[in-house]
């Protein structure tokens, strides 16, 4: 196959997931992981996705999640600097609701010697968190996501009603000051409106890659968070719209 053809192809792929492996594309048009490895960085090098270990994604569209296996590996240096500002915001004795996304995974790791309640919808979380002998743990079931490693659903929302938190520290897909908090689907999303209901300090996390952007389910509008925990200094205008609605900033 032609290099033109295999690009397209991967165009495609993207266009269509959002995200791809390079096994996987290999394995689909039938050539080498380097043949892949080297398409990909041409296209990168033309702003058309961007490379992450093991693949590619782009940020494009409303319905703009990612492939599982990509999201544990993009971005790990500004989650464990959001990890380490949300763990700052915890004190001994809080109960505290952590979400199923990979930046609370890293939270999560960061806790394990702390006297607190954790409230989780993760299985994952509940196993970095399962042999610690200071943090007292609560996991809501529901139907699993294998791909997810976290429970979604009306079981696991209706399960969530039962509790209330100090913290709620919820990501999202997107957030964008007009459109405000959105994740790629509905089960998500009233799970993250459900959490933020029963937390008295709701605290949203996400890295700088979120920003201006919106994905296809709403959540709620960013004046219903705290505060917002992110990696990077915000652009002014953010700042500015953050401080009149009285939102903190880490």
């Known amino acids: ?48 996705l961007i490379r992450t270990h093991g693949g590619a994604y782009i940020l494009d569209g409303v319905q703009n999640d990612l492939d599982p296996h990509l999201r544990k590996v993009i971005k790990v240096p500004e989650k464990e600097i959001i990890a380490q500002k949300c763990s700052s915001l915890i004190l001994a004795g809080d109960y505290i609701f952590l979400d199923g996304s990979t930046t609370c ?18 299985l994952e979380i509940a196993n970095i968190l399962a042999d610690s002998g200071t943090v007292k743990l609560h996991v809501i079931g529901g139907k699993f996501s294998s791909d997810y490693m976290d429970f979604v659903g009306v079981g696991t929302i209706r399960a969530l009603e039962n509790y209330y938190v100090d913290k709620a520290f919820i990501s999202c897909r997107s957030v964008d000051l007009e459109y405000g908090i959105t994740d790629t689907n509905d089960d998500r999303a009233k799970l993250h409106q459900t959490a933020l209901a029963h ?52």
């Open 1 to 48: 196959m032609l290099a033109i053809a295999r690009k397209a192809a991967i165009r495609e792929e993207l266009q269509e997931h959002k995200s791809v492996r390079i096994a996987s594309l290999a394995e689909k048009l039938n050539v080498t992981k380097e043949t892949i490895r080297r398409d990909l960085k041409e296209m990168e090098q033309n702003n058309e």
């Open 199 to 250: 937390a008295n300090q709701k605290y949203l996390v996400f890295d700088h890659s979120k920003i201006n952007n919106v994905s296809f389910s709403f959540i709620a509008p960013l004046t219903d968070v705290d505060g917002v925990i992110t990696d990077c200094t915000l652009p002014t205008e953010w700042q500015d719209y953050l401080a009149e609605h009285q939102i903190d900033i880490y």
């Open 105 to 122: 995974w890293s939270i999560a790791r960061m806790l394990t010697g702390r006297k607190i309640t954790v409230l989780t919808s993760s």
